[in-house]
């Protein structure tokens, strides 16, 4: 069985790859298409086929390599009998390969598309992790750390929405009558949502998924978006929607999201807005 998890930056994909990864029976890589990675992967890939050809490295031919780096990576691991092989793929670095949905069709791979509902939670939490890898950190961890909260440009930050959304529409779209599965983060974190997940993920990847959630990593930030957002009050009037309610740590259930006590803005009436003569 082949499958890829496509999914946003910070959607929670190592924490699945972690869970998956403790069936024996299962090997699933990390981000294949990551730039960072020298030593294997695809520029990995790309320099040992420069070497053949030069050509190979520029931008225009590599979606010719996309399809034989992905099976190169699949038959890697079925040589040692793994009867379910993933690699995980996030959408920006997919959007770099045009050809990438095509390739995963020519390798016979299935899609996992992890998603999350609250797409402002990703997209505050990829601005400090970045952030804190800046100055020295790590983008995971075992233990919760103290974050600086972010400013967030409201125009920025709808545009960023409205990309982020769209962006995983096409992936949906992409693999339309494809062996395609969603799955949202928020669906999986803590004991009873994982073993529900199991059952799907049983069903999908034709492997009896049954391990403990027992994440080696932990969530590092709030769980509540306002202690993350410098402007979280400018935010919230703005993108309500996302404060609805909080997501909760492993193996407890979500809260609602704390209000805080602020008066409303002045908005003024049509009249009072209106050109003066």
């Known amino acids: 069985m082949r499958f890829v998890l496509i999914a946003q930056p910070r959607t929670g994909t190592t924490v699945l790859r972690n869970l998956l990864n403790q069936n024996r029976a299962l090997y699933m890589y990390g981000e294949a298409f990551h730039p960072a990675f020298f030593s294997w992967g695809w520029y990995s890939y790309l320099h040992a086929k420069m070497q053949e050809d030069p050509k190979a490295l520029l931008p225009t031919t590599w979606g010719a390599h996309a399809a034989p780096y992905l099976n190169s990576l699949f038959e890697a691991k079925e040589k040692k009998r793994k009867a379910a092989v993933g690699v995980d793929i996030k959408i920006p670095q997919a959007e ?161 999201a704390r209000k805080r006590a602020t008066p409303a803005p002045d908005i003024p009436t049509p009249e009072e807005s209106a050109p003066q003569r």
């Open 96 to 256: 770099m390969i045009h050809t990438l949905p095509k390739a995963i069709r020519d390798c016979g791979a299935s899609v996992l598309h992890l998603r999350r509902r609250n797409s402002l939670a990703s997209i505050v939490s990829y601005r400090i992790m970045t952030q804190r890898v800046r100055e020295g950190g790590r983008a995971h961890g075992t233990r919760p750390v103290v974050s600086e909260p972010v400013q967030l440009n409201l125009d920025w930050l709808k545009l960023r929405i409205s990309e982020f959304e769209t962006e995983d529409n096409v992936v949906k779209w992409n693999f339309r009558g494809w062996s395609y599965m969603e799955l949202f983060y928020e669906d999986f974190v803590g004991d009873a949502g994982w073993q529900q997940t199991c059952l799907r993920l049983t069903d999908f990847l034709k492997l009896k998924i049954s391990t403990p959630f027992e994440p080696s990593l932990q969530k590092q930030n709030s769980s509540n978006l306002a202690d993350l957002i410098k402007n979280a009050d400018e935010v919230r009037r703005n993108f309500p929607q996302f404060f609805e309610t909080e997501t909760a740590p492993p193996g407890e259930k979500p809260k609602p």
